[in-house]
């Protein structure tokens, strides 16, 4: 069984404060995929990643996939109001088309 | 937009008395999935459709069930809820080809038993 740890579990920080929340695991995942999610509603898919190394940003994301794929960050740059929510990070397998391993987690509150 | 939609998004219900969520996506993917998801936790997976193929998670409850009409619709039955099935209930769909299998969600039902 895949597991995927992520943290912190909760952030509560001031605006423009920088973050960081890490998903890491023992396994190897094809792609990890990043989700915000605001009070109410689904899952909003943010990025995609999928090769060992990869850097993607989003405005004031930067996403990272390890060298080994197996472990991913989420970095936001002078975190606003608005960016507050529940982060949820998922690995895919190789082997299983579209079932995730979810992380547990990261409830981010930013404080005007 | 191509979207996933979730009807009803707020659902109350009685202790014991069935109810039916329902999917519909125009995303044309042949995956769909159904989580529930708890106070701010990672949605947990319920059960999957691979096309017509009906794909059941070891630890979900016989109480809930689904069925895939077609492509486009997906429902999620509850025969008999429970204080306990309160929740957010959300599908969610998937290509199976190419890779990566990004998965895609519906903004949920929220689900209230009385």
């Known amino acids: 069984t895949q597991l995927l740890e992520q943290s912190p579990q909760f952030l509560s920080i001031q605006e423009g404060e920088n973050l960081t929340v890490y998903c890491n695991s023992s396994s190897v995942f094809s792609s990890l995929q990043w989700y915000r999610q605001e009070p109410g509603e689904g899952p909003v898919l943010l990025v995609t990643?999928?090769?060992?190394?990869e850097v993607k940003k989003l405005k004031r994301l930067t996403f990272q996939f390890g060298d080994a794929r197996k472990d991913s960050s989420l970095h936001i740059t002078a975190a606003q109001p608005g960016d507050t929510g529940l982060y949820l990070c998922a690995g895919a397998s190789g082997t299983s088309y579209g079932k995730l391993t979810f992380g547990q987690g990261t409830i981010l509150t930013v404080h005007p | 937009d191509a979207m996933v939609i979730q009807n009803p998004r707020y659902q109350v219900t009685q202790f014991g008395k069935p109810v039916t969520l329902s999917c519909s996506q125009t995303l044309n993917h042949n995956v769909m999935y159904w989580y529930q998801q708890k106070s701010s936790q990672a949605p947990k997976l319920l059960f999957h459709?691979?096309?017509?193929?009906?794909?059941n998670e070891a630890d979900t409850p016989d109480n809930f069930q689904s069925r895939r009409p077609n492509t486009s619709f997906c429902f999620l039955d509850i025969r008999s809820p429970g204080l306990g099935d309160a929740a957010m209930y959300l599908c969610?769909?998937?290509?199976?080809?190419?890779?990566?299998?990004?998965?895609?969600f519906g903004p949920g039902t929220r689900l209230t038993v009385t």
């Open positions: 459709y691979y096309d017509k193929d009906f794909n």
């Open positions: 969610a769909t998937s290509r199976d080809y190419p890779k990566p299998y990004e998965q895609y």
């Open positions: 990643v999928v090769t060992g190394g």
